[in-house]
């Protein structure tokens, strides 16, 4: 299997994605709450699967975030570049031939990078920032708006790492999801992340995926 390159992918799809900004005292968090990414020319509304991630990556948006509440305010979508995770993604949508996929995270605190996203994930937790999870109990709706409108599978790719393992654990407990597809990690309750950096990894999540999904 070859990669189809970041060029390629971009003539057949575009991302979109709600981001907003929060602030707490002094303290500014960078968010995004969905993502979709869509095949140019798509009308439907129903997604054909959602994924659930860590956090978002370097995904940017084209238009400054605004400050928003998205307990209550709602988080508008506009058009995004690309980054490689979502670039993995469109891969899969190839593979499987979907047209509409939407994106969600552990948590909406954007960063590129892992070890600074625990950072910024252990800061909200001091200000008692809860709702940067559209799993709080505060955004239950906006999840139930997301399950209701996927006619797919649930697939998780959240990464192996310890520090989240508490707000995965809460996920499996709850009843937001009935099954979860995902490249399970030898140890519970981890599925690799979608993007694994290496060219033969990437190509071997792929394979592994779509042979998931086949069974499905």
Not at 69 to 91: C, G, H, K, N, Y
Not at 130 to 146: G, N, Y
Request: charged residues 30%.
């Amino acid at each position: 299997m070859e990669l189809i390159t970041k060029k390629e992918l971009l003539k057949e799809f575009e991302v979109e994605a709600s981001f907003y900004n929060v602030r707490i005292n002094d303290l500014l968090f960078e968010c995004r709450s969905q993502a979709r990414i869509k095949r140019k020319g798509t009308l439907k509304e129903e997604y054909d699967a959602v994924l659930v991630l860590c956090n978002p990556g370097s995904c940017k948006s084209s238009l400054s975030p605004q400050e928003l509440d998205p307990r209550i305010e709602r988080i508008p979508f506009v058009l995004a570049q690309s980054d490689q995770t979502q670039e993995q993604i469109m891969r899969l949508m190839e593979l499987r031939q979907w047209d509409q996929v939407n994106m969600i995270n552990l948590s909406d605190i954007c960063s590129g990078n892992i070890d600074d996203f625990q950072s910024k994930l252990a800061i909200a937790k001091k200000a008692l920032f809860t709702c940067h999870s559209i799993f709080s109990k505060e955004r239950r709706d906006e999840l139930l708006s997301v399950i209701q409108l996927n006619k797919g599978p649930v697939i998780a790719g959240w990464g192996v790492r310890k520090f989240m393992k508490m707000e995965i654990t809460q996920i499996l407990l709850s009843d937001s999801f009935k099954e979860i597809k995902g490249w399970n990690h030898s140890t519970y309750p981890y599925y690799y992340h979608p993007n694994l950096r290496l060219s033969e990894k990437n190509k071997e999540w792929l394979i592994t995926m779509n042979e998931i999904l086949k069974e499905a």
